[in-house]
């Protein structure tokens, strides 16, 4: 067997060729293998300047090794490049590096050699020599704190094995007896240093554990010796100290702060110094399993060590004690091998972190008081030998945990030992959940080590998913664990969490516990976890008898030792009355008393001194009243007392309970006048004076700025905890029905642009905020009176109340959440308001269905600006809206739509957002309760589906985007398919996976089903195959179903369960029998692209496929004939089909994010199009009552449809339903002609835009080119299907038969200016004319152009005829003799797309894909001038305007742009509109208009007099009315366009309205005709905007 090291790995390409085509990455993936199998994968990637990291290996020399290779295609599928396999001892033989060439086996089983190989060296090793010697030993600067202290931390950097036996041996026994002796008589010395001691006490503690593990197991060193003996000489000396004795034993000389500090640093050093022998003195088996190779440097960090405690000593015998000043310093370790991850940036942004809860020193225990626990706490943290990682203390509310907690992570603290510090606590508003608890760890930790720091950084980079992950078992791993194994630390790292019982119900800290127990244990052993909580069942059970968990009650520290604590806190914080106190309970026996009613709980001992110490009250007469008491039943008692004396009278203590249910029941911390603010029944001063008589209970109660917080949780308990049978006690219901009621108060105030918001134009994500006069308590009433209303059972008082807010101020409260950023509440209370009004089929219910659809209809724009509420979202609104209603008449100065609006709402019924990536499947449980979604960001989610909230985490485990998933038939399971290859089984429940992941195959799993019974699981793969698994141990059943060509991109199960459908990247549907796996019949073929979703009807006699080719196709099931071919509405890929549980109707999801319901027996659309999505609809689904539909799509949401409210489908035979190629223009002006990829040419009314006649029918490919012949009567079409054809323009009839003789698409045609002849252009690279009278071809085809005619055109004269060509050149041909008479005209650098004469035929115009136009001498074929540049897309098209000033042209870039033909100058602004590319522009016979085609399916006529100064005719009309006010007109002088984001913005990019996806083919004063489907034509002359756009409200309702 040998060791081998790989590396310096490479691809070539022989020759120079490149398989990186359009589409694929830049990368290979090889997969190395010994003896078949798999070792390793690298990733070799061409733009990356470093080489794949090398990879060790253990083999024989007759190993086989191969190299397998692999690329992506542009589906992301592997494509198979080749292999080279050689013995690992030929490959040892050869020449560094080794070169390999690839072979690939043909069909006939042969390899063939591949013009590819790979390069590598291979390396040897010998033993003891590093895996990765290569690595240079890049020193680390030591890093020092402030103190100074050298710690025990040792690198990892890579030494051999050997080196540590070698070391390990050659230990010798030091001089411990006297070094122990010493530092314990210092120990002893300094035991009255309460600052001082526990640190002497933890260095003796750990300096003698680590003398029993150096004489168990070590032999003599003489280095250790020499550093244990300056231990030895230091404390002699300290202990010797004549000076230090007197200051001790004497009193009379104060020691100083500077002394202090200076022996504890020493005492830390110690500590240090003795960690590191501890772990220098383990076992190999230690040092292989934690510091995985000793490191060479531990010579270097003990002599460092020695070298500081000789400095030490030297300072303290050359000075007085009171003078020395000692610098003490921790090692830092280095970590080589990691040194590169160092300087990776920890970005945390998005991670959970919970500021403030770490520890407090005003929360620690008193000094000399609770000494014992502590030392108990630090001796098991520094224990050597200790094998337990958690320290439970756990003791009834009261008992003084938390003051434990925080004095020792004050401590560990200051002994750079405080890992993390976390405390959780109820009364904090949000409280601190269990997801919070491990991200904020990490943080901690990557602060407190710069290893740790860079390992995070590492794990979470660009995994936004990961850094908002709120799955707490995820966070372990991959925040503690992860990081964890890259910390090489000696000595403990302690993690202290505080009242774990506070971070929720047992229900809600479940998993928290599991991975506590579980978890901690896997982390290494000098971790420390101290945990404190309450003896709740839940943890006990968790916690109890688990070996790696010592258990400590505080019911189980001597009684006397906690009353002795308990009276030394007393008496410091009563010191100041001492005299007062003493002379009516002389000797002190105020102080006994009080410990005696203090029953060992602090938290009594602590609130009966806030009690004493209250400065208002006298302190006799508090304790008076305290020993009055007889019963004394612990804490309870006591707040009652305390309560009672605050308030006496039943009046005020029925005050203070309003009080204390406003701040214990609000859903945010508050401040004192928020509580006046929010208690309207009571005067504020009543408010803030009672608050301050509860200093003893409350922290902030003496101050206007600081939150009100319990000071304890048993004071909260107290006080909302029912059946302790106490005047006090503050009922949920009435609490919360008082806070609803100071809502609807509070929220009177909102009123029209409470915002007051300056300007339309702003919007939030320039950095704007919202009026900063906007109340506290206001806002917080418009967060949460929905939640305070879910808590007030149903009556009709508050029912009025919400009917009445509903309808007059429902607006006004959108408008303040959009102001304040908080707009993400509103959905959520709208639902809780409608489940809490559901008895009542009143009109409000209405309404809150319609706000809800109008938040998510225009989130866009009113989450960006409150303005836009009014005057974006209100115009659209639909004509039959209830809240448009309500608002129409109070605001008339807005846009108004005069086609286009809708009638009704499109069906959302609601918008479920959370997931981080596409939305790649959905499913509905049969049962109707839940959704579930699996998405691109890897995870899957559960949601309600009926309020639309998740259910529980998010299913997290699959390493890669989850493309399909399905529920169990009963609804408790969901299984998901994901790229990472596995199957993964989860509880619904309890949002577990349960079982191992399903593995077998070998390529991404793209799509999974259930069998009708819920016992098998279906899979398709990109590996070609089907696979069934059992769905309980999820073994394989028989072998894969085989078959398809192509990846398996859909399968569905028969409702018999008999058979199974699959849909393939091959185009063709297999049915396959379960039982034996063989296909049944012949492929179903009918698609001719990918097929991405199959389903079976509910009586399995029918299949619906989707696929690739925009087609929807209904199968005969058992027959495999083709029944129907859906017509086409949709535009896009079909991503998605799925039938209704009746198997009367078809959804369809698409690429063009509608979606549309189909009847399943006419076949024909009879709902939708559903929009709203901004992307693909990747997936839809029935509810099973076939009342919804749910969708699923790229743009990061699940949308739910109401299928009833689906709106009819726009105007299907308005407008083409493909992109338009070309337009025209009658010479008289009256009419547009137009050819698209419909395969049909339409006759338009230029005025109105209105359809002439029927489509032109007959070619059977897209058009290319039409044009009209001068006197009208006639069109002439160019087709991709070869042919060209002739129309009446009147009847629409073909005109004879089509004209053939081309032998590839005609791009191009145009009739000469007689009308008689006919050129063409065509791929086939000829320039043909014909006939008109006889369709005849006029001589030969004309050749010269080496490459295929894109454009010809006549000159104006009939004479000559212009040509522009994919060779880049123009060319000028003679008509009568068909010859080149000018040209070429060469200075294109891309295909010339459109070519035009000037008016009076001098001159030539060209476009080109070199994004240019060019202007040339049609004689000379010389250039005039310079290029015309602006557009950053391809030229399609160009032509002159009538005078020939001018020229237009239309690009990629989807703007038009107007040239002045004599400067080259573009004249004004593009004209901006369209949303596809502009593919033909021309000029209206006057040239008062320009009419363009585009890739988005319409035809757009623009007012060509905004840029040109020409006089506008009344052939084609203006439907658009210009605003009457100047500020508003001045926006648009220079045309509206769409911007991102769906923003109608004005000339400098200002936003003036918001437009919906269905309305953006809508007009404006530039382009005032749209022809096409459902153009929106809009009114501007009452559009206000701007500063202006407050007064879009009417000045009668202001």
């Known amino acids: 067997m040998k060791t081998f090291t790989i590396s310096d790995i490479k691809y070539i390409e022989d020759g120079g060729g490149s398989f990186l085509r359009l589409g694929t990455q830049k990368q290979v993936e090889i997969k190395i293998t010994v003896d078949g199998v798999v070792k390793g994968t690298v990733i070799w990637s061409r733009d990356s300047k470093t080489d794949p990291p090398p990879l060790n290996l253990d083999a024989p020399a007759s190993a086989i090794i191969k190299f397998q290779l692999y690329r992506k295609d542009m589906l992301n599928h592997d494509v198979y490049l080749g292999s080279a396999e050689k013995t690992i001892e030929e490959l040892c033989t050869q020449a560094l590096p080794i070169t390999a060439k690839l072979y690939k086996s043909t069909r006939t089983g042969d390899l063939q050699e591949r013009p590819r190989s790979i390069s590598f060296n291979i390396h040897v090793m010998t033993p003891h020599e590093p895996s990765n010697a290569s690595l240079p030993n890049k020193p680390v600067p030591e890093p020092k704190d402030d103190m100074g202290v050298i710690d025990s931390n040792l690198s990892s950097a890579d030494t051999a094995l050997a080196d540590a036996k070698a070391a390990y041996s050659a230990l010798e026994m030091a001089p411990w007896g006297s070094a122990l002796k010493n530092v314990e008589k210092f120990n002893n010395l300094v035991q009255g240093i309460a600052e001082l001691h526990p640190y002497a006490k933890v260095a003796w503690g750990v300096l003698s554990g680590t003398h029993k593990l150096m004489t168990d197991q070590m032999n003599r060193d003489e280095n250790i010796k020499q550093l244990v003996g300056i231990l030895d000489e230091i404390f002699a000396f300290l202990t010797e100290s004549s000076e230090l004795k007197r200051i001790l034993a ?81 090692i830092k370790f280095s970590m080589e091998e990691n040194f590169s991850l160092l300087n990776t940036k920890l970005d945390s942004t998005d991670m959970l972190y919970a500021p403030g809860s770490g520890y407090k020193p005003e929360k620690q225990c008193l000094p000399g008081t609770r000494l014992g626990i502590i030392d108990e706490i630090n001796t098991w943290i520094h224990d050597p030998g200790n094998s337990q990682q958690v320290f439970w203390l756990k003791g009834l509310a009261g008992t003084g945990k938390s003051s434990i907690a925080h004095s020792v992570g004050r401590q560990l603290d200051e002994q750079k030992r405080l890992g993390s510090f976390f405390c959780f606590d109820a009364s904090k508003k949000p409280p601190n959940s269990p997801q919070h608890l491990f991200p904020t760890v990490s943080l901690d930790l990557a602060g407190f080590d710069k290893h740790w720091d860079s390992a995070l950084a590492n794990i979470i980079k660009n995994n936004k998913s990961l850094r908002t992950t709120d799955s707490v078992y995820r966070q372990f791993h991959e925040f503690i664990l992860e990081p964890a194994n890259s910390l090489n630390v000696v000595g403990p790292i302690v993690i202290v969490i505080d009242a774990l019982d506070e971070c929720g119900d047992a229900s809600s800290r479940k998993v928290l516990l599991e991975v506590l127990v579980a978890g901690v244990a896997s982390l290494p052993e000098n971790f420390r976890f101290i945990i404190t909580s309450r003896p709740q069942k839940d943890i006990i059970e968790a916690f109890q008898e688990q070996p790696h968990i010592y258990c400590k009650d505080m019911d189980t520290i001597d009684g006397d030792t906690t009353q002795n604590d308990i009276s030394t806190y007393i008496q410091i914080q009563l010191s100041h009355l001492v005299p007062e106190l003493d002379k009516v309970w002389p000797d002190k026996t105020w102080c006994s008393q009080l410990v005696r009613r203090a029953e060992e709980l602090f938290q009594w001992a602590s609130t009966a001194c806030l009690f004493i110490n209250d400065p208002l009250e006298n302190p006799v007469s508090q304790l008076r009243l305290l020993f009055r008491n007889v019963t004394n039943q612990g804490l309870k008692d006591l707040y009652q007392q305390v309560l009672t004396k605050a308030v006496p009278g039943e009046q005020k203590q029925i005050q203070l309970k309003k009080i204390l249910g406003t701040l214990l029941y609000a859903q945010e911390s508050l401040t004192v006048p928020m509580v006046a603010d929010l208690c309207l029944e009571i005067d504020p001063t009543v408010v803030k004076k009672l608050l301050q008589q509860l200093g003893s209970l409350f922290r902030g109660v003496s101050s206007s700025t600081m939150v009100v917080e319990p000071l304890h949780t048993s004071v909260r308990d107290f006080l909302m905890v029912e059946g302790q049978g106490h005047q006090f006690y503050i009922d949920k219901n009435s609490a919360h029905a008082l806070l609803l009621n100071a809502s609807w108060a509070i929220m009177g105030a909102l009123k029209f642009n409470i915002s007051q918001w300056p300007s339309s134009y702003l919007v939030h994500t320039d950095g704007y905020e919202s009026n900063p006069g906007i109340s506290a308590q206001l806002l917080y009433a418009c967060k949460f009176w929905a939640h305070h209303l879910r808590n007030v059972p149903f009556n009709e008082e508050t029912f009025t109340q919400v009917t009445r807010f509903i309808n007059s101020k429902i607006l006004y409260w959108v408008e303040l959440l959009s102001g304040t950023k908080t707009l993400a509440c509103a959905i959520p209370s709208l639902q809780i308001v409608t489940a809490w009004i559901k008895q009542s089929q009143a009109l409000g219910l209405k309404v809150l269905k319609e706000t809800q659809q109008f938040i998510s209809t225009f989130w866009e724009a009113i989450s960006q600006s409150p303005a836009h509420i009014y005057i974006s979202a209100l115009p659209f609104i639909p004509r039959e809206s209830i809240l448009g209603e309500l608002y129409k008449d109070h605001f008339s100065n807005v846009l108004r739509l005069k086609t286009g609006r809708m009638n009704k709402w499109p069906g959302l019924v609601n918008v479920l957002e959370g997931h981080r990536g596409s939305i790649n499947s959905v499913a509905l449980s049969l049962d109707g309760m839940y959704i579930a979604s699996g998405s691109s960001d890897g995870t899957i989610r559960v949601w309600d589906a009926t309020t639309g909230t998740p259910v529980g985490n998010s299913l997290e485990g699959h390493k890669q985007p989850v493309l399909s998933l399905a529920f169990s038939p009963d609804g408790t399971c969901i299984i998901s398919g994901s790229l990472d290859r596995t199957i993964r089984r989860w509880d619904v429940q309890t949002s577990q996976e349960f079982g191992i992941p399903i593995e077998g195959h070998t390529a991404w799993i793209l799509s999974v089903a259930f069998s009708p019974d819920g016992t098998w699981i279906f899979s398709g793969s990109s590996d070609r195959t089907i696979r069934v698994w059992d769905a309980a141990t999820g073994i394989p059943v028989g072998k894969p179903f085989e078959g398809h060509k192509g990846p398996v991109q859909c399968v569905a199960c028969s409702p018999d369960g008999t058979c199974i459908a699959s849909g393939s990247y091959d185009n063709t549907i297999r049915l396959w029998d379960i039982t034996t796996g063989n296909s049944i019949g012949n492929p179903f073929e009918g698609h001719h692209d990918l097929i991405e979703s199959v389903a079976f009807s509910p009586d399995g006699v029918h299949i619906v496929s989707g696929s690739h080719d925009r087609t929807i196709i209904v199968w005969d099931a058992k027959t495999g004939d083709l029944i129907n071919t859906l017509v086409q509405v949709n535009t896009g890929l079909i991503h998605s089909v ?98 698209s990829a419909d395969k049909t040419i339409r006759v338009w009314d230029a005025a109105t835009g209105s359809p002439v006649g029927h489509p032109l029918e007959g070619h059977t490919e897209l058009i290319e080119s039409v044009a009209l012949s001068p006197d009208g009567t006639c069109i002439v079409s160019g087709s991709d299907d070869w042919t060209v054809r002739l129309w009446n323009t009147i009847t629409g009839v073909p005109i004879g038969s089509p004209l053939q003789g081309h032998t590839k698409w005609v791009q191009s045609v145009s009739f000469s200016p007689d009308g008689t002849h006919i050129a063409s252009g065509s791929g086939d690279e000829t320039i043909r004319i014909w006939d008109v009278a006889s369709g005849n071809t006029i001589g030969a085809p004309w050749k010269g152009h080496a490459g295929p005619i894109q454009c010809v055109s006549f000159s104006p004269d009939g004479t000559f005829i212009v040509s522009g060509s994919a060779d880049q050149t123009v060319r000028v041909w003679n008509v009568a003799t068909g010859s080149s008479i000018s040209g070429p005209f060469q200075g294109h650098t891309g295909s010339v797309q459109s ?74 602004k593009p004209f ?42 009344a052939a084609i009309s203006s439907d658009v009315d210009l605003p009457t006010n100047s500020f508003s007109a001045a926006a648009f002088s220079d045309g509206i366009s769409l911007k991102k984001e769906n923003w109608a913005c004005g000339s400098n990019q200002e936003p003036l309205f918001w437009v919906p996806l269905q309305n953006q083919n809508f007009t404006s004063p530039r382009n005032p005709l749209i022809i096409g489907s459902n153009p929106t034509i809009i009114d501007y002359s009452h559009f206000v905007h701007g500063i202006s756009w407050e007064k879009c409200k009417s000045s009668i309702f202001i």
Request: net charge negative; aromatic share 10%.
């Open 1138 to 1235: 799925a039938f209704s549980s009746d198997g009367a109707y078809i959804v369809s999801g698409s690429s063009d994010g509608t979606i549309i319901v189909w009847d399943a027996t006419t076949h024909s659309p009879i709902g939708g199009p559903f929009e709203g999505h901004t992307g693909p609809v990747l997936s839809v689904a029935f509810s099973s009552d076939g009342a919804h539909i749910i969708s699923g799509s790229d743009d990061r949401t699940i949308r739910i449809w109401n299928a009833a409210d689906s709106i009819p489908i726009y105007n299907l035979t308005e407008g083409h339903t493909d992109l338009v190629e070309t337009v025209a223009i009658s010479s008289d002006g009256t009419h547009i002609v137009s050819g």
């Open 1395 to 1468: 070519v035009m004469f000037s008016p009076q035929g001098r001159y030539i115009v060209s476009g080109s894909q070199d994004a240019t136009i060019r202007i040339w001498d049609a004689e000379s074929g010389s250039l005039i001038g310079s290029p015309f540049q602006g557009h950053t897309g391809s030229v399609e098209s160009v032509a002159f305007s009538p005078d020939g000033n001018y020229v237009v042209s239309g690009s990629h870039d989807r703007t038009i742009r107007v040239w002045d033909v004599n400067t080259g100058i573009q004249v004004g």
């Open 250 to 330: 004497t009193g009379s000389v104060k020691i100083t702060d500077s002394q202090i500090k200076i022996l504890t640093a020493l005492t830390w050093q110690t500590t240090e110094c003795a960690h590191f022998i501890c772990a220098y003195a383990k076992t190999i088996s230690y040092w292989t399993r934690t510091l995985k190779n000793i490191v060479s440097e531990a010579d270097d960090k003990i002599q460092g060590f020695y070298q500081q405690f000789s400095k030490m000593k030297s300072d303290l015998q050359a000075h007085a004690i009171l003078q020395t000043e000692v610098t003490v310093f921790q």
């Open 1472 to 1513: 901006e509109g369209h949303r596809g590319y502009v593919q033909s522009v021309i000029f209206s016979t006057d040239g008062a208009h320009i009419i363009s085609g585009s890739y988005d399916k319409t035809i757009r006529v623009w007012d060509a007099s905004f840029e040109i100064p020409l006089q506008k005719t």
